[in-house]
């Protein structure tokens, strides 16, 4: 069974940067489609970004085009964020997903794995 855990949340100042990771237990995240979602509090989770099983394939919401990226490591069976220019509308819960296509969307409906979530805070 396939568990994914995030890690490298914390409290950023704005203009900051940070980087989530996402790594898996139970199985390789190798035929995996990995998707970054968030949650902030009172709103609905929105799609973030994904990034396509061969990792030649990523996908991003326009709120964080151009500030964020994703990569994959295969060895280490994780996949990461780099979150760059922060503002605070980015203060939220991240969580990592897994589905098993090649390619990803920003609905979490389409993931039926998930991570417990990472606390992302941004603030002076």
């Not at 970004?49 to 326009?62: C, F």
């Not at 069976?77 to 920003?106: F, H, I, K």
Request: charge should be neutral; charged fraction near 20%; proline fraction near 3%.
């Amino acid at each position: 069974q396939l568990q994914l855990v995030e890690s490298g949340g914390g409290l950023v100042k704005p203009g900051g940067s940070l980087t989530l990771s996402c790594a898996a237990s139970g199985s390789s995240l190798d035929y995996y489609t990995i998707g970054w979602f968030r949650q902030a509090p009172g709103k609905e989770r929105e799609g973030v970004s994904w990034i396509g099983a061969r990792g030649d394939m990523t996908g991003y919401a326009d709120s964080v085009r151009g500030r964020f990226n994703m990569s994959r490591d295969y060895a280490k069976n994780a996949v990461y964020l780099q979150m760059d220019r922060l503002n605070s509308e980015d203060t939220a819960t991240y969580y990592c997903a897994a589905r098993g296509w090649p390619a990803g969307t920003l609905f979490g409906y389409d993931y039926p794995y998930w991570g417990q979530g990472a606390q992302v805070t941004v603030s002076s």
